[in-house]
T-cell receptor, first 118, second 115 residues
Framework: GDSVTQMEGPVTLSEEAFLTINCTYT??????LFWYVQYPGEGLQLLLK?????DKGSNKGFEATYRKETTSFHLEKGSVQVSDSAVYFC?????????????????FGKGTKLTVNP | KAGVTQTPRYLIKTRGQQVTLSCSPI?????VSWYQQTPGQGLQFLFE???????NKGNFPGRFSGRQFSNSRSEMNVSTLELGDSALYLC??????????????FGPGTRLTVL
């Protein structure tokens, strides 16, 4: 079945450092890919997404490019801030067969905890 | 526009009891999905509802069930609670447009503790 593998961390960086969180996937076809972020005590917030190969999703200084050839969707940010401290989840959209009428689910990686120190 | 809301935010139950969690989707969203988040298993899909019908179900025992109402609000129920059911239960809604732009938006979750 579909799966997502991401570096689990934890990752600890100093403010203004460069961030990379690796994410690779296994799926049938070319699924949409997402990065969600979870702050302490909260639910998941959509950070960015890409729906087809070579698409680049970006938001709040974060970027990720959908690489079909390497089945990857690595998250990057050029200069992290203390406020970026959170858990980051890579996910793919897994579609159900037509018999289930267009249902879909998200398949998540295990999450990467990022701590940014001042 | 209001986001996905979940009630209650926190629950404490004992083994053997049952629990009902509630989710109100974003206005205009017709699909509601439920996920369980635990430290050991991570985020796992429970089920998705659309038009008051369960459309897809994850690999969970029959003790986990749900329903959706005509206004798209959803409830999930867990019967005969076990210690391992302690988790953060997240609800997500989407439009059900079928296109690649359809995105799931999550609520803050309900933290269930089973003693």
């Amino acid at each position: 079945g579909d799966s997502v593998t991401q570096m689990e961390g934890p990752v600890t960086l100093s403010e203004e450092a460069f961030l990379t969180i690796n994410c690779t996937y296994t799926a049938t076809g070319y699924p949409s890919l997402f990065w969600y972020v979870q702050y302490p005590g909260e639910g998941l917030q959509l950070l960015l997404k890409a729906t087809k190969a070579d698409d680049k999703g970006s938001n709040k200084g974060f970027e990720a490019t959908y690489r079909k050839e390497t089945t990857s969707f690595h998250l990057e940010k050029g200069s992290v801030q203390v406020s970026d401290s959170a858990v980051y989840f890579c996910a793919l959209r897994s579609m159900s067969p037509l018999t289930q009428g267009g249902s879909e689910k998200l398949v998540f990686g295990k999450g990467t905890k990022l701590t940014v120190n001042p | 526009k209001a986001g996905v809301t979940q009630t209650p935010r926190y629950l404490i139950k004992t083994r053997g009891q049952q629990v009902t969690l509630s989710c109100s989707p974003i206005s205009g969203h017709r699909s509601v999905s439920w996920y369980q988040q635990t430290p050991g298993q991570g985020l796992q899909f429970l089920f998705e509802y659309f038009s008051e019908t369960q459309r897809n179900k994850g690999n969970f025992p029959g003790r986990f069930s749900g329903r959706q109402f005509s206004n798209s609000r959803s409830e999930m129920n867990v019967s005969t609670l076990e210690l391992g059911d302690s988790a953060l239960y997240l609800c997500a809604s989407r439009r059900w447009s079928g296109g690649s732009t359809d995105t799931q938006y999550f609520g803050p979750g309900t933290r269930l503790t089973v003693l």
